[in-house]
């Protein structure tokens, strides 16, 4: 069972919609991270949070606005997507400082399969 | 920024033989590698990292890498495969800060009875 959960499994949505992609963790980590990955490819960082606020976005359009509302809880708010958006959404853990993160690097959860119609 | 290179996206053995699959980095300066698996349908897993303090890394399942900085790689076997080894394997580096991972394009691997 992995440490990090998230729902929906899986979101079918239109262009039009507003929905949100949820995280949670109980390992006491303070940066979470929301990776985006297409089929067959690996996954691409979006953003990083450290200690609830923002630490790096990978030039992400606007239509993808993360909320890190507290330790444990990682959220990501969706608007006017395109089909091209369609992927799996991974969100992912880990302590905070350099030295601990090489000792126990990113946690992942299973992803949200999204699919943009 | 670092990068990994992952040859072969896809590798075939029978089941009990040598897994091999490949990784080179680009870097002048000793990097943070990792492999991670990923089972389908799921997210990723750890296998194993490389922090400079063992060149020879023993991971989870049976794998194992040798970081070799006169090849640049970072070759992750296992001496015999098993049936659920069957998964798609990312070689991954620390690149532009300890937070930034970059996953190589991986490897699926596929085991046959």
């Known amino acids: 069972d992995t440490e990090v959960t998230q729902t929906p499994k899986h979101l079918v949505m239109g262009m039009t919609n507003k929905k949100s992609l949820k995280c949670e963790q109980h390992?006491?980590?303070?940066?979470m991270y929301w990776y985006k990955q297409k089929a067959k490819k690996p996954p691409e960082l979006m953003f990083v949070y450290s200690y609830e606020k923002l630490s790096i976005n990978e030039s992400v359009p606007s239509r993808f606005s993360p909320e890190c509302p507290n330790s444990s809880l990682l959220n990501l708010h969706l608007h006017a997507l395109q089909p091209e958006d369609s992927a799996l959404y991974l969100c992912?853990?880990?302590?905070?400082?350099?030295?601990?993160?090489?000792?126990?690097?990113?946690?992942f959860g299973n992803g949200t399969r999204l699919t943009v119609t | 920024a670092q990068s990994v290179t992952q040859l072969g996206s896809h590798v075939s053995v029978s089941e009990g033989a040598l897994v091999l699959l490949r990784c080179n980095y680009s870097s002048s300066v000793p990097p943070y590698l990792f492999w991670y698996v990923q089972y389908p349908n799921q997210g990723l897993q750890l296998l194993l990292k490389?922090?400079?303090?063992?060149?020879l890394v023993k991971g989870i399942n049976g794998f194992e890498a040798e970081f070799k900085k006169s090849e640049t790689s970072f070759h992750l076997t296992k001496p015999s495969a098993h049936m659920s080894d069957a998964a798609e394997y990312f070689c991954?580096?620390?690149?532009?800060?300890?937070?930034?991972?970059?996953f190589g394009t991986g490897t699926k691997l596929q085991v046959i009875p």
């Open positions: 992912a853990s880990s302590q905070d400082t350099r030295t601990s993160f090489y000792n126990s690097p990113l946690h």
């Open positions: 991954a580096v620390l690149s532009g800060g300890y937070q930034k991972v970059t």
């Open positions: 390992m006491g980590h303070r940066a």
């Open positions: 490389y922090t400079s303090a063992a060149t």
